[in-house]
């Protein structure tokens, strides 16, 4: 079965610190993954995602994320960060000829500091 | 465009009792997934629904059931509630060979 980790629980940042957040999943086979954010009182939002091709993927509102195969890992960056981002970001993954069924990391709450 | 929409918002049930909770898809999209959130977890995977049959589940016990209807909405139905039950119930919508599913806001469960 597979299985997404995300280690920060919580991240706490000043505005226009640095952002990354790690995951690490694990399944050998093909894999799409995606990166999601939900921000206080709102629903899932789809912030990138990363099916097959260049690595480095960009999304919505700045924020991209890496896929290294090789370390079974697709972090989520962005250079500058804004109070708005505050929320909390959830990676997931799936795999091909499945169900489609999304597997969630357990979320990392980012708080951004004014 | 209409986006995922779910109702109720929130309930509250106590322990034994059964619940319905209900989900219309994206325009356009002809199937449904739902999953459970629990307070501080990530989204849990149940069921997906697709052409009105279930179409893979999850890990969750079968008190948990669904249904789709020809216009692609979609039911999840719990049986004999637990206090392990409360949530947040997320409906997700997609076109069966899309790999990207759109959420709906959710139906907060809680079980007294």
């Known amino acids: 079965a597979q299985s997404v980790s995300q280690h920060n629980h919580h991240v706490i940042l000043s505005e226009a610190a640095s952002l990354e957040l790690g995951c690490n999943y694990s399944?050998?086979?093909?894999?799409?993954l995606f990166w999601y954010v939900q921000y206080p009182g709102q629903h899932l939002q789809l912030l990138l995602k990363y099916f097959s091709g260049d690595p480095l993927v960009k999304g919505i509102k700045g924020f991209e994320a890496e896929f290294i195969k090789s370390k079974f890992s697709f972090n989520l960056r962005k250079p500058s960060v804004q109070w708005s981002d505050t929320a909390e970001y959830f990676c997931?993954?799936?795999?091909?000829?499945?169900?489609?069924?999304?597997?969630f990391g357990s979320g990392t709450q980012l708080t951004v500091l004014p | 465009e209409t986006g995922v929409t779910q109702s109720p918002t929130h309930l509250i049930k106590t322990r034994g009792q059964q619940v319905t909770l209900r989900c219309s898809s994206q325009s356009g999209h002809n199937t449904v997934s739902w999953y459970q959130q629990a307070l501080g977890q990530g989204p849990q995977f149940i069921f997906q629904?697709?052409?009105?049959?279930?179409?893979g589940r999850g890990n969750f016990p079968p008190r948990f059931s669904g249904l789709q209807f020809p216009n692609y909405s979609s039911e999840l139905n719990v049986n004999a509630l637990e206090l392990d039950d409360s949530a947040l119930y997320l409906c997700a919508s997609s076109l069966v060979a899309s790999n990207e599913q759109f959420f709906g806001p959710g139906t907060r469960l809680t079980v007294l």
């Open positions: 629904y697709y052409r009105e049959e279930e179409n």
């Open positions: 399944y050998g086979g093909t894999v799409n």
């Open positions: 997931a993954v799936n795999r091909a000829g499945s169900a489609r069924q999304l597997t």
